[in-house]
């Protein structure tokens, strides 16, 4: 292999190690299989007995942690042990796959279940009575203003739906009725109007599809709505501190997911209290004690930086890091899975650019490239300054409190829940509940002359 062939398939292990290194969370079995980790699946067994012995007065759940610690994740793999029990019918959907993010409330948050729940009976051939499939399409067109006329004649006469393109007829429709409740604001705003006073009839038509699902399946539907921890926390505020008791009417199980910095707002957590059972929290991984975090000797917990450390060998290529490079990488993500492949991802990109950059000089001789601490510290530098601009001189003052005091004065503070929704400060659990910043600000304020 000539120096050239060399650079270039070195070059092009690390553009498969980057796409290996995507935010996007794992779903399906063959993602697991190729880069999953055995990670906190305590709190799936957790989920899992919940559903199991859920009452019906009793079957909602909700699911929080911080931003990137993993959540999607584990509720997929959730998802798909559930589904291999052969019991459970399960839904799973991002609601910001579904809806714009900023005008997400209650009844859209309705209505969008509903429309997974018909868009999966239909990917899954489920049976449904013409009739009562036909009812079900003119009440989505309807609300939708969508026509659905080609859709109701096919179900009429063939009892299920032709395909156009290979694409059958009413999956095309359900498509259509998605898209105008992404896109169309009118249209959101339309559905949130027809039942703002009338959301019985909404939780009445889950009900209806749930019934005949169960019925046609024999078994039990389980809806996991994701991403709705990603929202504005204003939004997020509204729709459980306000309107929660709309969410738990349907009669399907359903988890929820928020943001870790709404349950900060006492009435929101009581509010939540009053219906839930219980609040599942996946942690962020701890990898010092609050009493060892601060020492100059401290020694990280080894179970946890060998789940990180396989998690980074399941996605970079061998001998692409140097070790002592690793564990600092490792340290800088705090225990946040996002910010560890973040990191990872970024160092790639400083190789890959490096790699080209000898391919153009032709620089045949140079020695191996690799993630090394230079690398690592110009990928540290360029997080500081993004997360550096949304910062002034009051922000740099409470996050100097906050490690020195290892939390705020005032948990409901709005620019302290900021700063928590958005990981510059990251929350525990030992023994007790503590804050620290994420490593990243750390050392932003130790360049800011704000830490020693």
Same mark, same amino acid.
């Given at each position: 292999?000539?120096?050239?062939?060399?650079?270039?398939?070195?070059?092009?292990?690390?553009?498969?190690?980057?796409?290996?290194?995507?935010?996007?969370?794992?779903?399906?079995?063959?993602?697991?299989?190729?880069?999953?980790?055995?990670?906190?699946?305590?709190?799936?067994?957790?989920?899992?007995?919940?559903?199991?012995?859920?009452?019906?007065?009793?079957?909602?759940?909700?699911?929080?942690?911080?931003? *990137?610690?993993?959540?999607?994740?584990?509720?997929?793999?959730?998802?798909?042990?559930?589904?291999?029990?052969?019991?459970?019918?399960?839904?799973?959907?991002?609601?910001?796959?579904?809806?714009?993010?900023?005008?997400?409330?209650?009844?859209?948050?309705?209505?969008?279940?509903?429309?997974?729940? !018909?868009?999966?009976?239909?990917?899954?051939?489920?049976?449904?009575?013409?009739?009562?499939?036909?009812?079900?399409?003119? %009440?989505?067109?309807?609300?939708?203003?969508?026509?659905?006329?080609?859709?109701?004649?096919?179900?009429?006469?063939?009892?299920?739906?032709?395909?156009? *393109?290979?694409?059958?007829?009413?999956?095309?429709?359900?498509?259509?009725?998605?898209?105008?409740?992404?896109?169309?604001?009118?249209?959101?705003?339309?559905?949130?109007?027809?039942?703002?006073?009338?959301?019985?009839?909404?939780?009445?038509?889950?009900?209806?599809?749930?019934?005949?699902?169960?019925?046609?399946?024999?078994?039990?539907?389980?809806?996991?709505?994701?991403?709705?921890?990603?929202?504005? !926390?204003?939004?997020?505020?509204?729709?459980?501190?306000?309107?929660?008791?709309?969410?738990?009417?349907?009669?399907?199980?359903?988890?929820?997911?928020?943001?870790?910095?709404?349950?900060?707002?006492?009435?929101?957590?009581?509010?939540?209290?009053?219906?839930?059972?219980?609040?599942?929290?996946?942690?962020?991984?701890?990898?010092?004690?609050?009493?060892?975090?601060?020492?100059?000797?401290?020694?990280?917990?080894?179970? %946890?930086?060998?789940?990180?450390?396989?998690?980074?060998?399941?996605?970079?290529?061998?001998?692409?890091?140097?070790?002592?490079?690793?564990?600092?990488?490792?340290?800088?993500?705090?225990?946040?899975?996002?910010?560890?492949?973040?990191?990872?991802?970024?160092?790639?990109?400083?190789?890959? !650019?490096?790699?080209?950059?000898?391919?153009?000089?032709?620089? %045949?001789?140079?020695?191996?490239?690799?993630?090394?601490?230079?690398?690592?510290?110009?990928?540290?530098?360029?997080?500081?300054?993004?997360?550096?601009?949304?910062?002034?001189?009051?922000?740099?003052?409470? !996050?100097?409190?906050?490690?020195?005091?290892?939390?705020?004065?005032?948990?409901?503070?709005?620019?302290?829940?900021?700063?928590?929704?958005?990981?510059?400060?990251?929350?525990?659990?030992?023994?007790?509940? %503590?804050?620290?910043?994420?490593?990243?600000?750390?050392?932003?304020?130790?360049?800011?002359?704000?830490?020693?």
């Amino acid at each position: 292999m000539s120096n050239l062939d060399a650079l270039q398939a070195r070059l092009e292990i690390f553009r498969e190690a980057g796409r290996n290194l995507q935010l996007d969370p794992l779903i399906s079995k063959e993602d697991f299989a190729r880069l999953g980790v055995e990670y906190q699946t305590d709190e799936i067994d957790k989920l899992e007995q919940a559903i199991e012995d859920s009452p019906e007065r009793d079957n909602k759940l909700i699911f929080t942690g911080h931003r *990137g610690c993993g959540k999607s994740t584990l509720l997929a793999e959730l998802g798909l042990r559930l589904t291999d029990t052969g019991r459970y019918f399960v839904v799973m959907y991002s609601i910001s796959d579904t809806i714009e993010r900023s005008a997400v409330d209650h009844v859209n948050i309705l209505f969008s279940m509903a429309l997974q729940l !018909l868009e999966e009976a239909e990917k899954r051939s489920i049976w449904l009575q013409p009739g009562i499939k036909r009812e079900f399409y003119r %009440w989505f067109g309807k609300h939708t203003q969508t026509e659905t006329q080609v859709a109701e004649s096919e179900i009429e006469v063939n009892a299920e739906a032709k395909t156009t *393109g290979g694409i059958p007829i009413l999956m095309q429709l359900v498509a259509q009725i998605k898209s105008k409740l992404k896109v169309s604001s009118e249209t959101r705003k339309q559905i949130s109007i027809d039942f703002a006073r009338k959301i019985s009839e909404l939780v009445e038509k889950i009900d209806e599809l749930q019934s005949h699902i169960e019925s046609a399946t024999g078994q039990k539907v389980v809806v996991i709505i994701d991403d709705i921890d990603k929202l504005d !926390l204003g939004v997020v505020e509204t729709i459980f501190g306000k309107n929660i008791q709309s969410l738990l009417d349907p009669n399907s199980i359903v988890i929820y997911t928020l943001p870790i910095a709404t349950l900060r707002e006492v009435s929101i957590t009581a509010s939540i209290n009053t219906y839930i059972k219980k609040i599942y929290m996946m942690e962020v991984t701890k990898f010092f004690s609050k009493a060892d975090v601060r020492k100059p000797d401290r020694i990280p917990n080894p179970a %946890w930086m060998n789940v990180f450390s396989e998690i980074l060998q399941r996605r970079l290529p061998q001998n692409s890091i140097e070790p002592d490079v690793q564990t600092d990488l490792i340290l800088l993500s705090g225990g946040v899975l996002r910010e560890l492949i973040r990191i990872a991802d970024r160092c790639c990109d400083l190789v890959k !650019l490096e790699l080209r950059g000898q391919i153009r000089r032709q620089q %045949w001789n140079q020695p191996e490239v690799k993630i090394d601490r230079q690398i690592l510290s110009d990928v540290e530098t360029e997080l500081q300054i993004e997360y550096a601009r949304a910062l002034g001189q009051i922000d740099f003052e409470m !996050l100097k409190a906050i490690y020195q005091e290892f939390k705020p004065q005032d948990t409901e503070n709005e620019r302290f829940l900021d700063l928590l929704h958005g990981l510059y400060v990251l929350e525990y659990c030992n023994a007790k509940l %503590w804050y620290d910043l994420n490593p990243i600000v750390r050392d932003l304020l130790v360049q800011e002359g704000i830490l020693s």
